[in-house]
């Protein structure tokens, strides 16, 4: 997929690796949650398969992968403060 975006002119990639599902319920209860459009379908998909976020377990493969193809890697933990309240 990777390779893919960046023959497509894709220059950057930011996989959201730092949420971890044993983290998505303190995360929920913030006062504006995951605020993330990726990291919120990311924790809704960990948590209903019961599975660590992937792109967390293979970060590494992934740094590879861009670097293989001059892509520039943004890390996001998906959960940056909404609103005051969270910050």
Not at 10 to 26: E, K, N, R, S
Not at 55 to 64: T, V
Request: aromatic share 4%; charged share 25%; proline share 3%.
């Amino acid at each position: 997929m990777i390779e893919e975006q960046a023959e497509q002119g894709v220059d950057y990639m930011t996989p959201h690796a730092g949420i971890l599902i044993q983290y998505v319920p303190l995360a929920v209860k913030r006062l504006t949650g995951i605020v993330s459009r990726g990291g919120s379908l990311l924790a809704e998909w960990m948590v209903r398969q019961h599975k660590q976020n992937m792109l967390h377990e293979n970060f590494e493969e992934i740094s590879q992968d861009l670097s293989e193809v001059r892509r520039e890697l943004r890390s996001a933990t998906a959960c940056g403060p909404g609103s005051l309240a969270d910050a």
